[in-house]
């Protein structure tokens, strides 16, 4: 399993027998996963039968519809290691000492609902080892669906980033929509958003996540992701990349708006200087990387946004990791290009749209609880408390 720790405490303290739900994403560089589980004993307590006025009852025709508490829980692996994955999962089904227990219909089990490329790609080897059928959901839709789940579910879910401050933004649900959507996974897909389920995929660029892990590893020979992000933390991209200021002695270039600290040239230096990429200390090398990437991506989203008049831009995906550095730029860059109009603003389940979107296909949330983390990373506490309807 990949390196949240906190997550992981987070599974430990889970009622691991209480599994039902579970959706993928399996995406070209890590696998995102999100369950529901009702909480350990407790849960036959809270699950309620309909019952006239009760406020966890739903009447539907002559079915019996229960409504049960629980939690929705977020995961990933490597998609390279699927098979921790897949060991996940068996680990949970057999100790799922029932999904008739927890309420849900028994022909469910050995379906699991699933998007990205790798709910095509290894569709097979799923039902190899596990005997498990991967439900299709379509990306593009799963993105966007789990996007107006959590800006209409979790109300401090979304926030801007402004010189270092996470500025929470309250959304009101009634003046969402439109926006663009910034899914940076290993590429990136920016879609335009009109309302549930209305959406159109306006642009990408293969200029992504992918691009910073792979470069980043090639150049620095960082072994994971998380040190290639730590070195960018200590780097200084001055020293690889062509400022304004090295082209124009030193000068701002006011007359076009650029001031002499600006980027004229991401990486420009390694062209004059006579040095080895071992001559570059590899947190400056990261540095560059991380800043052209998401200033480029900062910038193809704020002219996406133009194109179409929309003025909220969210970005999603792992890339962003909620790294300080990375909001940073794509903020500047937004604010940058769009004169202060337009705004960049994050999500805390960032990487997790695709696979809550695969998990809202479902169709089982009913209600949120008390559906706001406490305010943080996702890696501090991702859990998100809601009430989930099952028919007996
Ligand atoms: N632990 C990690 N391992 C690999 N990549 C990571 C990790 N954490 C963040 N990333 C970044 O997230 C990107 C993948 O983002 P994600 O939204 O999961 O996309 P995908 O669906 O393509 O896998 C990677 O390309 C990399 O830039
Ligand atoms: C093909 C993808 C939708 C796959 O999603 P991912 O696994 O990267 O999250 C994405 O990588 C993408 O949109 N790439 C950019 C392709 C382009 O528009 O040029």
């Given amino acids: 399993m990949d390196g949240d720790r906190i997550e992981e405490a987070t599974l430990a303290n889970s009622p691991v027998d209480e599994i039902s739900h579970l959706a993928l994403d399996i995406g070209g560089s890590l696998i995102k996963m999100v369950y529901f589980s009702t909480g350990s004993e407790q849960s036959t307590d809270k699950t309620q039968k309909n019952s006239s006025k009760d406020s966890h009852g739903v009447s539907g025709g002559n079915k019996h519809r229960n409504l049960l508490n629980g939690r929705l829980y977020f995961l990933k692996f490597e998609t390279s290691k699927i098979n921790e994955c897949l060991d996940f999962i068996q680990s949970k089904q057999l100790r799922c000492r029932g999904v008739q227990h927890c309420g849900f219909p028994a022909s469910d089990k050995n379906i699991i609902k699933a998007t990205g490329g790798g709910a095509f790609k290894f569709a097979d080897l799923f039902k190899e080892k596990l005997d498990i059928s991967l439900d299709k959901v379509e990306e593009m839709s799963s993105l966007v669906s789990g996007a107006n789940f959590l800006l209409k579910a979790v109300p401090s879910e979304a926030f801007t980033y402004v010189n270092g401050q ?41 200029v992504g996540g992918g691009t910073f892990w792979g470069l980043g590893k090639l150049l620095t020979k960082c072994k994971s992701f998380d040190d290639l992000l730590e070195m960018s933390h200590q780097g200084n991209n001055r020293v690889i990349d062509m400022l304004v200021g090295d082209i124009y002695g030193g000068m701002d270039y006011l007359k076009i708006g650029l001031s002499s600290t600006a980027i004229a040239s991401s990486f420009g230096k390694a062209i004059s200087e006579n040095k080895e990429l071992e001559e570059y200390k590899p947190e400056d090398v990261a540095r560059s990387l991380l800043r052209m990437i998401s200033n480029n991506i900062g910038q193809i989203a704020y002219l996406n946004a133009l194109r179409f008049g929309l003025k909220r831009i969210f970005f999603g995906g792992f890339f962003i990791r909620g790294h300080a550095y990375t909001m940073d730029t794509i903020s500047v860059a937004v604010d940058f290009w769009s004169k202060g109009e337009a705004k960049a603003m994050f999500l805390r389940h960032e990487g997790f749209l695709g696979a809550l979107g695969a998990f809202m296909n479902y169709k089982l949330v009913e209600e949120f609880t008390n559906s706001n983390p406490p305010v943080g990373d996702l890696n501090d506490n991702g859990i998100i408390e809601c009430c989930v309807q099952v028919s007996s």
């Fill in 166 to 206: 996470r500025n929470y933004v309250q959304i009101d649900h009634n003046d969402l929509y439109p926006y663009l959507l910034v899914n940076i996974g290993s590429g990136v897909s920016m879609i335009k958003v009109d309302g549930d389920g209305k959406y159109e995929r306006v642009s990408g660029t293969s």
